[in-house]
């Protein structure tokens, strides 16, 4: 049976590579959709409070598994949870996407309308104000919940090592632990994209939002169609 | 300028947007899945090329290594994604050394170690639990591969259910 400290180092590495290869493609349109709407302003901050608040989600729910020391009884807990983010993640970049080139009265009608308005202003003037970098955080803990494959094979070998806890207090340690490295290993293949399209070394953007808010909503749809069939 | 006018002008301007904005998730809602019916799916890069080579839902599969047959069952069917999973391997032919073990994964995408550790439970038969997961972009198929320390490799091909 493996160490745990060798299990710290596979779950790392396994992240690193995951990064690099399925997180890239699957929450890439993600990280490139928030850096496009923060218009090369507060990369790392924003982007290291989105993976902070990832990170802890992923801990949490391998503290979870710990403590359960079954993947398949917490899963089917949160199933619901999971598909309600990815609905609002896309619902989150499609507004994102309205708000950044102010098509439609949008940007306008929140400007005038948001810290007054009814709750649907308040909702969108919220949902547009993401540039602030503090509310990245718990989108993080939010669309950590998002379903994503390589996850869910992390959280089986942590509820694995949960079976083998001594007590409940040991499982929900070792999970929370054990998920957080692999989180924290996925971080430098999601901040390279996000680097990547923060689009500061563009000195012409214009053409490049339009364009980019177009790609925002049509992922963001596909988002929403993946959430609907989940 | 007449005020009523402007009046009537700024309210349509505040309203307008607002039933707007309250039908656009409502009919997103309604027609997307209309648009994109569970089954046709998107399909993923690669997707087309990767064939199935065993029908798991319909019984147990084979496959053969030198000396040895490899027969890979896996109960309950039909075989179900995010369900406990009971993995049954027989063997038939010069027995191994040490024990047999199955990777799961997708042929198409990298989703990280998910190892199905057996043990003997009678000559020659091995048996262990596992999980295999569902892929959000909506691929099916996965791939158990079966090891046998010192023997080779065979590969399943197969799609499991959502």
């Not at chain 1, 009884?73 to 309600?84: E, F, H, K, P, T």
């Not at chain 1, 309205?98 to 009265?105: K, Q, R, S, T, V």
């Not at chain 1, 709750?119 to 602030?132: M, N, Q």
């Amino acid at each position: 049976m493996l160490s745990i400290d060798a299990l710290y180092l596979i779950f790392f590495t396994t992240g690193f590579t995951v990064g690099f290869g399925h997180c890239i493609g699957m929450c890439g349109p993600l990280v490139v959709s928030f850096s496009l709407n923060l218009k090369g302003e507060n990369i790392f901050i924003s982007h290291g409070l989105y993976n902070a608040g990832r990170i802890l989600t992923y801990a949490v729910l391998g503290g979870l598994m710990g403590i359960a020391g079954s993947f398949t009884v917490v899963s089917a807990r949160i199933a619901g949870l999971q598909q309600a983010a990815l609905i609002v993640a896309g619902m989150l970049i499609i507004v994102m996407g309205l708000a950044m080139i102010e098509w439609l009265p949008f940007g306008k009608y929140v400007k005038r309308e948001g810290k007054t308005g009814g709750i649907l202003a308040r909702g969108f003037y919220k949902l547009s104000a993401v540039r602030s970098p503090y509310a990245f955080f718990p989108i993080g803990l939010l669309l950590g919940l998002l379903p994503c494959g390589p996850v869910y094979t992390a959280l089986i070998a942590t509820a694995g090592a949960g079976i083998e806890a001594p007590n409940a207090l040991y499982g929900f340690l070792s999970g929370a632990g054990l998920m957080a490295v692999f989180g924290l290993g996925t971080v430098p293949a999601l901040l390279l994209a996000a680097k990547l399209a923060g689009l500061g070394w563009l000195t012409s953007r214009r053409l490049i939002y339009r364009i980019g808010s177009v790609l925002m909503i049509l992922v963001g749809v596909f988002y929403v169609i993946r959430g609907i069939r989940y | 300028m007449d005020p009523i006018k402007t009046d009537r002008a700024l309210r349509n301007r505040t309203v307008i947007p607002r039933i707007f904005y309250f039908f656009l998730p409502v009919l997103m809602l309604l027609l997307l899945p209309r648009m994109f019916p569970p089954g046709v799916g998107i399909p993923a890069a690669g997707a087309a090329e990767i064939m199935t080579d065993c029908s798991i839902h319909a019984g147990s599969c084979s496959r053969r290594l030198p000396g040895i047959e490899i027969t890979l069952d896996i109960a309950p069917k039909p075989v179900r994604a995010m369900r406990d999973l009971l993995f049954r391997i027989s063997l038939a032919g010069e027995a191994p050394d040490r024990t047999p073990y199955i990777d799961l994964g997708m042929p198409a995408m990298k989703m990280g170690p998910n190892r199905v550790i057996l043990k003997k439970t009678s000559r020659n038969v091995y048996e262990g639990k596992g999980v295999i997961v569902r892929c959000p972009s909506g691929r099916r198929t996965w791939q158990a591969t079966v090891t046998i320390p010192g023997r080779g490799k065979a590969d399943f091909v197969f799609d499991v259910v959502y």
